[in-house]
């Protein structure tokens, strides 16, 4: 059976190898990204981590086991033999600073060079020294357990969690998703000659769906940042709400919990708005009637994005919805459009502006 492998990537591959002075370097800039290292820095910095990864790149088995933490679990789990791993597909989970993604891209290609299918995969945002942006790479990292490893298993690959190298925090994180997207998980403790570990997955399933459905309003609200009553918030379960967050916030368990089962609700039927200052006008429900589930989904995740955008006074305004004005006056009482959706029939939402609200008037053919 095809195997996709998810590794977490750290940056031990440089410090192993790098002198006193060269450590302090790599310490001075583990949290930065390539385009904010400071100019004093860049020459010396990407000279080093170019010599490093250049070692990397070049050593055989044993010399790639005794560099790289991820490369050894890896290896490990293919006794050795990267022959063993035709047909798999890797992917090197990195922060994206500049440090993590060199030594992803450098686990790669290496991987590669030994004829295997791997890609490095940056999560924006999931930076250690900024717990409101590590909570957004966090949501980057349940959104690629829940389409890209969803995706996967899918197509019938078994899923695997190499957990040896990383962040402690992307780990602990990881190894938690782990519990419900991977079939199994591998570790090594650093004594030499040790044996591989397997945490398998969870053999229980959780009533996530029964959850969602009974407080999709308000978690539907949480999951796109905006206000909540209070009320509403506290019925949701608590291990769904974020206990340090200083406003209600779902919790690594709710946003999991929200994106695997909210697009059932998104196709079953036209949800409500989720804002205030979005409104239905009289036609609207009657022009998605007709829509199947796919489509309904569109709609619903435009209406999300059309919250966004009046929660952020037209600053989050995505290609995917591009909310702008509608000239010639061609729909009745409509000044301005966005998009439905662009394959098929690429339909269009027609909408007035009331003060500070948007009123969804109906969906029509595109112009």
């Known amino acids: 059976m095809r195997t996709l492998i998810v590794s977490t990537v750290g940056t031990s591959a440089l410090t192993n190898q790098s002198t006193d002075d060269e450590k302090a370097l790599l310490r001075r800039t583990a949290n930065d990204t390539e385009t904010g290292l400071a100019a004093d820095v860049r020459g010396p910095l990407t000279s080093l981590v170019s010599r490093l990864v250049a070692r990397l790149e070049g050593a055989k088995v044993n010399g790639a086991r005794e560099l790289s933490a991820e490369l050894n679990g ?3 789990h293919y006794q050795g033999d990267p022959f063993r791993g035709r047909g798999d597909h890797h992917v090197l989970l990195t922060t994206d600073t500049y440090q993590c993604r060199s030594i992803g891209e450098a686990v790669a290609n290496w991987l590669r060079a030994n004829d295997l299918s791997a890609e490095a995969r940056p999560l924006d945002a999931l930076a250690t020294n900024d717990l409101h942006a590590f909570r957004q790479g966090v949501g980057e990292l349940i ?12 197509r019938g690959y078994r899923v695997v969690f190499n957990l040896v190298g990383g962040f402690k925090a992307v780990q602990a994180y990881a190894q938690s998703l782990g519990m419900i997207y991977a079939d199994d998980q591998i570790y090594l403790f650093e004594a030499p000659g040790s044996p591989l570990l397997h945490i398998p997955r969870l053999p229980i399933t959780f009533d996530l769906a029964g959850v969602v459905q009974a407080h999709h309003a308000a978690m539907r609200c949480l999951a796109l940042g905006l206000p909540v009553p209070e009320e509403n918030v506290a ?3 608590e291990t769904l709400l974020e206990p340090l967050s200083p406003v209600p ?8 919990a929200w994106k695997k089962h909210h697009r059932e609700l998104y196709g079953a039927s036209l949800l409500g708005s989720p804002s205030a200052r979005v ?17 309904l989904v569109h709609i619903n995740h435009r209406i999300d994005q059309l919250a966004q955008y009046q929660a952020t006074n037209g600053v989050a305004n995505p290609p995917s919805l591009n909310v702008h004005l509608l000239r010639g006056g061609p729909v009745p009482d409509a000044t301005h459009e966005a998009y439905a959706w662009s394959d098929l029939d690429a339909k269009r939402l027609f909408l007035r502006f009331d003060g500070d609200r948007v009123i969804i008037l109906r969906l029509g053919a595109h112009l």
Do not use: M, N
């Open 74 to 76: 890896i290896l490990a």
């Open 143 to 154: 959104r690629f357990c829940e389409e890209d490893v969803t995706g996967y298993r899918e």
């Open 235 to 237: 019925i949701i379960p």
């Open 249 to 256: 916030e779902l919790s690594l368990w709710g946003q999991v």
């Open 279 to 295: 409104g239905y006008g009289d036609g609207f429900a009657a022009s998605c009637k007709s829509l199947d589930k796919d489509r």
